[in-house]
């Protein structure tokens, strides 16, 4: 098996009092979005739903809302979030929540930012 660097291209990055995310798309395989977030604690995602599938991996403890109902998810479980169902996703009061999602297209409104991704903040 060899490895090979992969060609991104990061989308968006937002970082603020609600989340810091990095939206990457692949070289090859666009629109395929590839997204990461970290949601501080006490705080949730802008519900929203969109056509496509959307994919979750929580490497945190969090609730996700799904249409009119709210799960717990576990650290480690992945889910399927089918096409035009709603969903949020909620961070407990104890610690920040990251997840990886993966979606076909761009976040709406949102213009694309060349060059590649910052640069991770140093642990406290």
Known sequence: MSVHNIKTRTIVSADSD????L????????????STTELHK??????HSHASPEIYCFY????IQ???RTYEVKAGQML???GDTYHRVFAGLKEDVRF???YWGEREGLKPKYGPPPLPK???
Not at 42 to 47: A, E, L
């Open 18 to 21: 609600v989340y810091r995310i």
């Open 80 to 82: 399927v979030v089918r």
């Open 60 to 63: 945190s403890d969090a609730l």
């Open 100 to 102: 990886l999602s993966v």
């Open 42 to 47: 006490g705080k949730s995602t802008r519900g």
């Open 23 to 34: 939206d990457y798309m692949i070289a090859g395989l666009e629109p395929l979005t590839l």
């Open 122 to 124: 140093p642990a406290a």
């Open 66 to 68: 799904l249409a009119e």
